[in-house]
């Protein structure tokens, strides 16, 4: 199986939410549950799927651990066509770090080399709060996989990241309720060239979220980041200072859609976006789960008329207690 251009779809307008376990679909493919089920008909061929891994002593459809259901991926499919995996959850992860599935992932990269998308934790909260999620070092996926178009990782406990320099990745998200600032710096720090789409979600400071608008200052000039087009940050506690260092950022000028969503924004950020410089060429513009008077809504609305502008998700814009969207 060849892959002679990039195999990531950017479906900028969607919104995933961390409800999503990937059961259906991931990366545009269908999903298969490892280890297959003979009832279920005739195994797929590797690359015609997501491949979806999970290992927990409560699912009767999987082994007690993650490990032995890596190990039937590697016995049974014919994993140099595998694109796509996406990790569920494994024993115990609101207490076990997932490192040990990084580190055989990166281990066995070479008989991986048509992986270009993995998701990282699609746990739901069923399973496991996003907050109790253990996860790890990721590090290790991008050095391992260059040709990796697509990460993403839900959960921020344990959550690390070293600066990198990767030129293949195009999409990545991180869905944490707090989303520690040596992370961000990490990722401020890292060279991208083909990132097209960052997601980060930075939580509350209530579980690791400390991370500050002043780390997102390599971001906003955009100089690592030549392809960025979609950039979303979102679900922060500090909304309106994003929104404030939004206004002048470099950044925007090129971008094709930019979400602020999930967080507390108030009139205050809002109106930092309209003093700013022009946002009419964005596509979309995601504020959804706002803090916003009704008056600021309608300026908002005008103020675009050719943008795709969200603003549903109103909460009470008086209250003195405001949230984020996800947090626990």
């Given amino acids: 199986m060849t892959h002679d251009g990039p195999t990531t779809v950017i479906h900028f307008t969607e919104l995933p939410s961390h409800y999503e376990r990937y059961y259906e679909e991931y990366a545009g493919l269908p999903i298969a549950h490892a280890p297959w089920q003979e009832e279920d008909g005739p195994q797929p061929a590797g690359g015609s799927v997501a491949w979806r891994l999970t290992g927990n002593e409560w699912d009767d459809d999987a082994p007690d651990e993650i490990g032995e259901t890596l190990d039937w991926l590697f016995d049974n499919v014919d994993t140099t066509q595998v694109t796509a995996l996406v990790i569920g959850q494994w024993e115990d ?6 490192d040990h599935i990084v580190a055989r992932l990166a281990a066995e990269a070479a008989r991986l ?14 399973e496991s709060e996003i907050s109790w999620i253990q996860q790890a070092d990721i590090t290790p996926l991008l050095e391992a996989f260059p040709n990796l178009e697509r990460l993403e990782v839900r959960g921020g406990s344990d959550l690390r990241l070293h600066p990198v320099r990767h030129g293949s990745l195009r999409m990545l998200r991180m869905e944490t309720g707090g989303l520690g600032g040596d992370v961000v710096r990490a990722v401020a720090g890292s060279d991208l060239p083909a990132l097209e789409l960052l997601e980060l979600w930075f939580g509350s400071d209530q579980y690791g979220g400390d991370a500050t608008v002043g780390d997102l200052a390599p971001i906003m000039s955009g100089e690592r980041l030549p392809a960025l087009r979609h950039l979303r940050l979102q679900n922060a506690e500090f909304q309106d200072e994003i929104a404030a260092a939004v206004g002048p950022a470099p950044i925007v000028a090129r971008l094709e859609s930019l979400s602020l969503s999930m967080g507390s924004l108030t009139d205050a950020g809002a109106e930092s976006l309209l003093s700013g410089q022009p946002l009419t060429h964005l596509r979309w513009l995601n504020l959804d789960h706002n ?5 600021m809504i309608e300026r908002m609305a005008k103020a675009l008329p050719g943008v795709d502008v969200v603003l549903s998700g109103n909460e009470s814009f008086d209250r003195a207690w405001r949230f984020v969207a996800v947090s626990e």
């Fill in 113 to 126: 080399p048509a992986l270009r998308s993995i998701f990282l934790g699609a746990i739901s909260p069923e």
């Fill in 93 to 98: 992860c609101y207490e076990t770090p997932a």
């Fill in 291 to 295: 803090y916003l008077s009704a008056t």
